[in-house]
């Protein structure tokens, strides 16, 4: 699949403005919002709850680090988490899932012909089993891809993400797991039914163990799901949390194939973002430098810069959203603002002169969208002659 190759050389300066202009203002609906708003604080609560409980077993779930998201337009501000990246952390499993969906998203639009499968490991295991079980599936459904069945048929798995299936606690200490893996089968043309059938046969044999297509991928999240339900780890004492961070280690649970990891590498090598416009997934230039702060080595990572006195700076701006309002707006991520007032931000050149840079992009953006409307309208309307109209 071939993609716009883009080489931009100023990217926060000339891309995010413009884009921040586009995707800024539109007002999503305010019940929903608030919902979201709620469950958002509940997410936040469990994952707390479910770091504690590995911090009473001994085990780290926090990093040192002080970032602070604010809005441009609300001036409102919060303090983003501090977890480690414990996939089962509901808060990290949100966080680490939402850029795959923009990217599965896009790739999903640009190849429509992509089923989703379900794949199994058989029957349920303990945690003795687990990671051997899992490690198993995941170099199946890797070695898939090279079956003669499946060149002849022009089927390839291109994502696969596993989960662990319903949580049980056995006993005081162990639990039970269901391991399976949602996968991305992508077709490079159709198949007439007798072959399906065979394909279908076929791959259910390869796997020996219960599969199943689950037909066209609607929604990516059907996909990219948490590997525990947040609900399961509530009935879960801090002995069998550490029993599942212990099982879980070294597991990679999500994984790109073939053309899908194609696309992400250029993503990655090419310095470009997936944005929704317009109801569309794009690949516009990345407009800050470096990576996403999820991805960035922060500087608390060096224990001699733990005691330094830091400079608060500008991380990155993200896409705009509603964060603090039901209203999208630039949002941008502050590092090391420690005890300071997040107001005083907004007196830093650099603050003032993206918004400033906005605003411009917004009226032209507005008079650029008034002008046209205007043309539309003078298009439509009829002429209507005078007396001393000339004749046509």
Known sequence: ?????????????????????????????????????????????????????????????????DLTLIGLHSRQAKRIPNFRNINFIPYVAKKNRRKQCKELNYYLEKNPNCRLWTITTGTRCNSNELNTRVRALHRRVSRINSEPFMKEAGATFVYRATEFGEVAPVGTADLSFHPHCHALLKLSHYLPKD?????????????????????????????????????????????????????????????????????????RTEKLKVVLRKGIHKLVPSWNQGHAHEEIPLYLQDPEARDR?????????????????????????????????????????????????IKVHTEMLTVRNNTARKERIHESKSKVYTQTSPPT
């Not at 469990?46 to 085990?59: K, M, T």
């Not at 599969?211 to 009935?235: A, I, T």
């Not at 649970?253 to 194609?262: P, Y």
């Open 195 to 267: 072959k399906w059938s065979i394909l279908l046969a076929k791959i259910q044999a390869y796997f020996g163990a219960y599969s199943q297509d689950n037909g066209r991928v609607k929604n990516p999240r059907e996909l990219v799901k948490y590997c525990v339900k947040p609900s399961d780890l509530e009935h879960l004492n801090s002995a069998q949390i550490k029993t599942l961070y212990e099982s879980t280690q070294g597991l990679r649970l999500c994984e790109s194939l073939q053309g899908f990891r194609k696309l992400r590498g250029q993503i």
């Open 1 to 65: 699949m071939s993609q716009p190759k883009l080489h931009p050389t100023n990217f926060q300066g000339n891309v995010y403005p413009r884009i921040a202009s586009e995707l800024s203002g539109d007002v999503g609906d305010l019940d929903k919002w608030q919902e979201g708003q709620e469950q958002h604080q509940h997410l936040l609560e469990q994952s707390h709850w479910v770091a504690g409980q590995l911090v009473e077993q001994g085990i780290e779930a926090y990093i040192e680090q």
């Open 309 to 357: 006195e830091v400079t608060p700076s500008v991380l990155a701006w993200c896409v705009p959203a509603r964060v603090f309002t039901p209203v999208t707006e630039p949002v941008f991520l502050v590092h090391g603002l420690q005890h300071r007032d997040p107001a005083s931000v907004f007196a830093w050149p650099e603050v003032i002169e993206m918004e400033r840079s």
